[in-house]
């Protein structure tokens, strides 16, 4: 999880002694300003992410889970947005290569065991091995080749990035290799890139402005004797 703080400023104790006089107006006032502030942070995390990685908005919205706001009056005024969500397949991201499986035929015909080892015993089948994969997850890197990286589709019809590795199984008391298997290579979390320092600190500077202009609408509206 990533948590972003938006805090009070010094314009608060302006709000307190404009407000003074009018009964519950500056904890009204600040309350419906963290709103909006809060609203308005949560909307601009994704943009944040996307000025520094290379992901589309809606990887971002769909592997961004529950959003909690919480607010608290201690030290000031403060409300903590909390961020969760899985890791996004690297394959996602932009500059990734190639879109779908490709063979490299350039390279001949490889043998294969049913284990995975590349081997001449009889037990062996020949393919054309996998176009390398290429990827990065910064917008300001280029994608890069990833050693031993393919390009694979799963049955359920999932494309991803993929790596062969090693299995192995206990037998009487030993560890045996059992053949090998594809593990996904994955990007960051939303929680992850928020936590990104350029990301955080763009966030925060949006959190400060945001703020000091609603707190002053707020306590305007006050004076005037609107509710909202």
């Given at each position: 999880?990533?948590?972003?703080t938006v805090?009070g400023?010094e314009?608060?104790e302006?709000?307190?002694a404009?407000?003074a006089?009018?009964?519950?107006g500056?904890?009204s006032a600040?309350?419906?300003?963290?709103?909006?502030t809060?609203?308005?942070?949560s909307?601009?995390?994704a943009?944040e992410i996307?000025?520094?990685?290379?992901i589309?908005k809606?990887e971002v919205?769909k592997?961004?889970?529950s959003?909690?706001?919480v607010?608290s009056?201690?030290?000031?005024v403060?409300?903590?947005?909390?961020f969760?969500g899985?890791?996004?397949?690297?394959?996602k991201?932009?500059?990734?290569?190639p879109?779908y499986?490709?063979?490299?035929?350039?390279r001949?015909?490889?043998?294969v065991?049913a284990d995975?080892?590349?081997?001449?015993d009889g037990?062996?089948?020949?393919?054309?091995?996998g176009?390398?994969?290429?990827?990065h997850?910064?917008?300001s890197t280029?994608?890069?080749v990833l050693?031993g990286a393919?390009?694979?589709?799963?049955?359920?019809g999932?494309?991803?990035?993929?790596?062969?590795i090693a299995?192995?199984?206990?037998?009487?008391g030993?560890?045996?290799?059992?053949?090998?298997?594809?593990?996904?290579?994955?990007?960051g979390?939303v929680?992850q890139m928020?936590e990104?320092?350029?990301v955080?600190a763009?966030?925060?500077?949006e959190a400060?402005?945001?703020?000091?202009a609603?707190?002053?609408?707020?306590v305007q509206?006050?004076?005037e004797?609107k509710?909202?």
């Amino acid at each position: 999880m990533a948590e972003i703080t938006v805090s009070g400023s010094e314009r608060l104790e302006q709000a307190r002694a404009i407000l003074a006089n009018i009964e519950g107006g500056y904890e009204s006032a600040f309350r419906e300003a963290l709103k909006k502030t809060t609203r308005r942070v949560s909307t601009c995390a994704a943009t944040e992410i996307r000025r520094q990685y290379d992901i589309n908005k809606r990887e971002v919205k769909k592997n961004s889970e529950s959003k909690s706001v919480v607010y608290s009056h201690q030290l000031g005024v403060r409300a903590e947005l909390t961020f969760a969500g899985h890791k996004i397949p690297l394959h996602k991201f932009g500059g990734s290569a190639p879109a779908y499986p490709m063979q490299d035929r350039s390279r001949g015909r490889v043998p294969v065991k049913a284990d995975g080892d590349v081997g001449i015993d009889g037990t062996e089948h020949w393919y054309y091995p996998g176009v390398a994969a290429r990827g990065h997850q910064l917008g300001s890197t280029s994608p890069t080749v990833l050693e031993g990286a393919f390009v694979a589709k799963m049955p359920n019809g999932h494309i991803g990035i993929f790596r062969r590795i090693a299995a192995f199984k206990g037998h009487d008391g030993r560890m045996e290799r059992d053949g090998s298997k594809l593990q996904e290579i994955m990007g960051g979390s939303v929680a992850q890139m928020l936590e990104n320092e350029e990301v955080s600190a763009a966030l925060e500077r949006e959190a400060k402005e945001v703020f000091d202009a609603e707190i002053d609408k707020q306590v305007q509206k006050k004076l005037e004797g609107k509710s909202k």
